[in-house]
């Protein structure tokens, strides 16, 4: 019998943070006599920032480590997990799975009465509006934190690991015992409070804790799948050498004006997508200009129109952008579909500010300049239709 | 011996003259807030669409053709890690015999090879070196990301001292293992090849349009012409990707990546902080910015700002060449 545990995170941000969850449970469960193994994948090598990636752990209280290796080591992708862990909510939207399959649901290889656990402040019905449908019962927890995102270089110690391992040893109590993991905690790092912080997660989310955190998920919720699965060539059709065929040259003004790589669309790389006030926009041209995705398409009235299936989020448009509360970037998951806002904008100029508004809230989240080192939260500010103020940017670009 | 048909761009003047229509387009996989990705974008709406793209192996090589698609309009082909020098000449002696035979039309088309620091200024410089003493049309664009990022970050040349990659992790017993200081690949290669006319340093989004106009003037010019852009990377400077364009504007304005043009032998500082009257920042404001400096002391700091400092007040042609006179008398 193998028990799998597949850890889902965002690229770079998460990765060390993930590779120390998959590794460091090998280690608790060898400790409770069990044989263990880990490895990653990237979704799409080499890693990039924001894109979703898997790590994985294997548990066998049974087969030998040879037996063991040998079942999961040669694969890239598992077929089922007991446990899958979310690193970042917004995944919830669906992931890039190993050779390009399109977008998945976050939830596809959770098995019967497995268990998805999602660090998130959110309820679970609204991450069930995002999540798909599944033929059986399962189990759906929500681990009370934010998405903890980190850099290559510097870490980010708040808690998230220790939290991690109490929340499996809470929804999977075989392969790793919360003794385990306070032991393991204990002796590797003598630090009282990490294994209080594991055994505070593992405490919220147990059958009698108040509020329920572990939902069980019927088959009727959750969404309907949508996104296709991609048809790749096969191996006949290839043109000779390795010869991919070039996007038709297209380009006219407006929403989807520009002819665009169709077969790799990468909107789940976003956490945080750009929410555009067109009535404050003075036509600078900045965002258009920054934008390393192309994602902007120039409309016949000056305005720039963003095609969200291709936004990856990274927020230069936002940090460029010279008026206040035009560009800002709010979180995924107060977002449904990927319409063209400047068209929304131009049906019901009202309407779509005060829908806006409501989505933005009043806090601006925003990172510090090196990953890693928390969060900035500011206030925001509602700005009245059409009052342009400048942003005070510390120099004026010289040309 | 045939002539090779030129062609004059118009110079852009201004953000809003910029070109609208997109050749290298979304559905890439570069990283979120990726410079380079500005970089390939910014080179080819300068140049339009008759051009020809080849490169060397680099993170914008593998970005480009996920699953069999690729976010490329115009023809671009992917090559070997040394060869992108031989690539770009051979395309271009390829475009030259089919004219002469008449087989296509005579008209200008763009030979660009958009190679990485490692592809371009550590070990495919040979390739390149080569390309350059050619007398072929061709523009030869190193973007600089001051590691080997295609594969999580490796130390190269052109990496910068100090700089944590995977092959220089600061450790408790030595800090600094990046030691070397970074190659002056730009400055070399405008002293060692007559042939080329054209030697230019820039980056993508500081000063704007500054970039664009630098590819136009290389390929008005003609010839074998090189460009080195500097790109800020997110994932292996440890930034958050938002900030790319705040980084790369750092670097120029503390005086570590110096911004210049040499044409047909003399140089032109098209951003110099001597100049604008306030003088260079201290190089502490880019660096503290950079998760990848994070294990620097101040003693490092003055160590890279004592180099920084010597290359813009000793150096015979600051920036550029680092060569600080000629002694009289015989040591």
């Given at each position: 019998?193998?028990?799998?545990?597949?850890?889902?995170?965002?690229?770079?941000?998460?990765?060390?943070?993930?590779?120390?969850?998959?590794?460091?449970?090998?280690?608790?469960?060898?400790?409770?006599?069990?044989?263990?193994?880990?490895?990653?994948?990237?979704?799409?090598?080499?890693?990039?920032?924001?894109?979703?990636?898997?790590?994985?752990?294997?548990?066998?209280?049974?087969?030998?480590?040879?037996?063991?290796?040998?079942?999961?080591?040669?694969?890239?992708?598992?077929?089922?997990?007991?446990?899958?862990?979310?690193?970042?909510?917004?995944?919830?939207?669906?992931?890039?799975?190993?050779?390009?399959?399109?977008?998945?649901?976050?939830?596809?290889?959770?098995v019967k009465d497995g268990c998805l656990v999602v660090i998130t402040k959110r309820p679970h019905e609204e991450l069930l509006q995002f999540i798909g449908k599944k033929p059986y019962n399962y189990r759906l927890a929500t681990l009370d934190g934010e998405a903890s995102l980190a850099g290559l270089w510097v870490n980010k110690d708040d808690l998230t690991y220790e939290h991690v391992l109490g929340a499996i040893a809470a929804v999977e109590p075989t392969i790793i015992s919360i003794e385990a993991v306070e032991a393991y905690l204990m002796k590797k790092t003598k630090d009282k409070k990490r294994a209080e912080a594991a055994r505070a997660a593992y405490n919220s989310l147990r059958q009698e804790a108040k509020p329920p955190r572990v939902?069980?998920?019927?088959?009727?919720?959750?969404?309907?799948?949508?996104?296709?699965?991609?048809?790749?060539?096969?191996?006949?059709?290839?043109?000779?050498?390795?010869?991919?065929?070039?996007?038709?040259?297209?380009?006219?003004?407006?929403?989807?004006?520009?002819?665009?790589?169709?077969?790799?669309?990468?909107?789940?790389?976003?956490?945080?997508?750009?929410?555009?006030?067109?009535?404050?926009?003075?036509?600078?041209?900045?965002?258009?200009?920054?934008?390393?995705?192309?994602?902007?398409?120039?409309?016949?009235?000056?305005?720039?129109?963003?095609?969200?299936?291709?936004?990856?989020?990274?927020?230069?448009?936002?940090?460029?952008?010279?008026?206040?509360?035009?560009?800002?970037?709010?979180?995924?998951?107060?977002?449904?579909?990927?319409?063209?806002?400047?068209?929304?904008?131009?049906?019901?100029?009202?309407?779509?500010?005060?829908?806006?508004?409501?989505?933005?809230?009043?806090?601006?989240?925003?990172?510090?300049?090196?990953?890693?080192?928390?969060?900035?939260?500011?206030?925001?500010?509602?700005?009245?239709?059409?009052?342009?103020?400048?942003?005070?940017?510390?120099?004026?670009?010289?040309? | 011996?045939?002539?090779?048909?030129?062609?004059?761009?118009?110079?852009?003047?201004?953000?809003?003259?910029?070109?609208?229509?997109?050749?290298?387009?979304?559905?890439?996989?570069?990283?979120?807030?990726?410079?380079?990705?500005?970089?390939?974008?910014?080179?080819?709406?300068?140049?339009?669409?008759?051009?020809?793209?080849?490169?060397?192996?680099?993170?914008?090589?593998?970005?480009?053709?996920?699953?069999?698609?690729?976010?490329?309009?115009?023809?671009?082909?992917?090559?070997?890690?040394?060869?992108?020098?031989?690539?770009?000449?051979?395309?271009?002696?390829?475009?030259?015999?089919?004219?002469?035979?008449?087989?296509?039309?005579?008209?200008?088309?763009?030979?660009?090879?958009?190679?990485?620091?490692?592809?371009?200024?550590?070990?495919?410089?040979?390739?390149?070196?080569?390309?350059?003493?050619?007398?072929?049309?061709?523009?030869?664009?190193?973007?600089?990301?001051?590691?080997?990022?295609?594969?999580?970050?490796?130390?190269?040349?052109?990496?910068?001292?100090?700089?944590?990659?995977?092959?220089?992790?600061?450790?408790?017993?030595?800090?600094?293992?990046?030691?070397?200081?970074?190659?002056?690949?730009?400055?070399?290669?405008?002293?060692?090849?007559?042939?080329?006319?054209?030697?230019?340093?820039?980056?993508?989004?500081?000063?704007?349009?500054?970039?664009?106009?630098?590819?136009?003037?290389?390929?008005?010019?003609?010839?074998?012409?090189?460009?080195?852009?500097?790109?800020?990377?997110?994932?292996?400077?440890?930034?958050?990707?938002?900030?790319?364009?705040?980084?790369?504007?750092?670097?120029?304005?503390?005086?570590?990546?110096?911004?210049?043009?040499?044409?047909?032998?003399?140089?032109?500082?098209?951003?110099?902080?001597?100049?604008?009257?306030?003088?260079?920042?201290?190089?502490?404001?880019?660096?503290?910015?950079?998760?990848?400096?994070?294990?620097?002391?101040?003693?490092?700091?003055?160590?890279?700002?004592?180099?920084?400092?010597?290359?813009?007040?000793?150096?015979?042609?600051?920036?550029?060449?680092?060569?600080?006179?000629?002694?009289?008398?015989?040591?």
């Open positions: 019998m193998i028990k799998r545990v597949e850890v889902q995170y965002r690229g770079i941000f998460q990765k060390n943070l993930a590779k120390k969850i998959g590794s460091d449970i090998v280690m608790i469960a060898s400790s409770m006599g069990q044989r263990a193994f880990s490895n990653g994948r990237y979704s799409d090598a080499p890693e990039r920032n924001g894109i979703p990636c898997k790590y994985f752990a294997f548990v066998s209280p049974d087969l030998s480590e040879e037996e063991l290796e040998a079942e999961c080591g040669a694969k890239l992708e598992i077929d089922e997990a007991n446990v899958s862990v979310v690193l970042d909510d917004t995944m919830c939207k669906g992931v890039e799975p190993w050779g390009w399959h399109g977008v998945r649901p976050i939830n596809e290889r959770v939902k069980t998920v019927t088959p009727n919720e959750g969404i309907v799948w949508t996104h296709e699965i991609p048809v790749l060539p096969k191996w006949f059709e290839m043109q000779e050498g390795a010869v991919v065929p070039a996007v038709p040259r297209g380009f006219q003004m407006g929403p989807k004006g520009q002819s665009r790589n169709t077969g790799f669309k990468r909107g789940t790389t976003k956490t945080q997508r750009p929410a555009v006030r067109f009535d404050l926009c003075t036509k600078c041209t900045l965002c258009w200009a920054e934008c390393p995705d192309e994602c902007f398409d120039p409309t016949t009235d000056g305005y720039y129109d963003i095609e969200y299936q291709y936004c990856v989020g990274c927020g230069k448009c936002a940090e460029v952008c010279p008026v206040k509360e035009c560009i800002v970037m709010v979180d995924e998951l107060q977002f449904h579909d990927n319409n063209s806002p400047w068209e929304d904008w131009k049906k019901d100029p009202k309407t779509y500010i005060t829908s806006l508004e409501a989505k933005k809230g009043t806090e601006r989240v925003n990172y510090p300049v090196v990953t890693g080192k928390g969060v900035i939260v500011t206030k925001g500010e509602v700005m009245p239709e059409g009052k342009i103020v400048p942003v005070r940017k510390t120099e004026e670009v010289e040309v | 011996m045939t002539t090779t048909p030129k062609i004059d761009y118009e110079k852009i003047k201004g953000v809003h003259k910029v070109p609208l229509e997109e050749l290298y387009t979304s559905g890439h996989r570069t990283c979120q807030g990726c410079e380079s990705a500005t970089t390939m974008r910014g080179f080819i709406k300068a140049s339009g669409p008759r051009t020809i793209v080849t490169g060397a192996t680099g993170c914008m090589y593998v970005a480009n053709t996920s699953y069999l698609t690729t976010p490329w309009i115009v023809p671009w082909m992917h090559t070997q890690l040394g060869a992108g020098g031989a690539s770009a000449v051979g395309m271009a002696a390829g475009v030259r015999a089919l004219q002469r035979k008449g087989k296509i039309k005579q008209e200008k088309i763009n030979i660009i090879n958009f190679s990485g620091d490692l592809g371009a200024g550590d070990m495919g410089i040979g390739g390149i070196s080569g390309a350059l003493q050619s007398d072929y049309d061709l523009l030869i664009i190193m973007y600089d990301n001051e590691s080997a990022a295609n594969t999580d970050i490796q130390a190269t040349g052109l990496s910068i001292y100090g700089a944590q990659t995977t092959f220089t992790p600061p450790g408790s017993k030595h800090r600094i293992m990046q030691r070397r200081w970074k190659k002056n690949v730009a400055g070399m290669l405008a002293v060692g090849h007559p042939t080329c006319k054209y030697v230019a340093t820039a980056c993508a989004t500081f000063p704007p349009t500054d970039y664009l106009n630098k590819t136009r003037k290389a390929l008005s010019i003609g010839g074998p012409t090189f460009i080195h852009t500097y790109d800020p990377c997110p994932k292996g400077w440890d930034y958050h990707p938002r900030y790319s364009n705040e980084l790369g504007e750092l670097g120029i304005k503390c005086g570590i990546y110096p911004l210049y043009e040499i044409v047909e032998g003399n140089v032109i500082y098209t951003w110099d902080a001597r100049k604008s009257g306030k003088g260079r920042i201290p190089v502490k404001e880019f660096l503290q910015r950079q998760g990848r400096f994070e294990h620097l002391i101040q003693e490092d700091i003055d160590y890279i700002q004592k180099g920084v400092d010597e290359m813009w007040e000793e150096w015979e042609i600051p920036g550029v060449a680092p060569l600080k006179g000629i002694l009289k008398a015989r040591i």
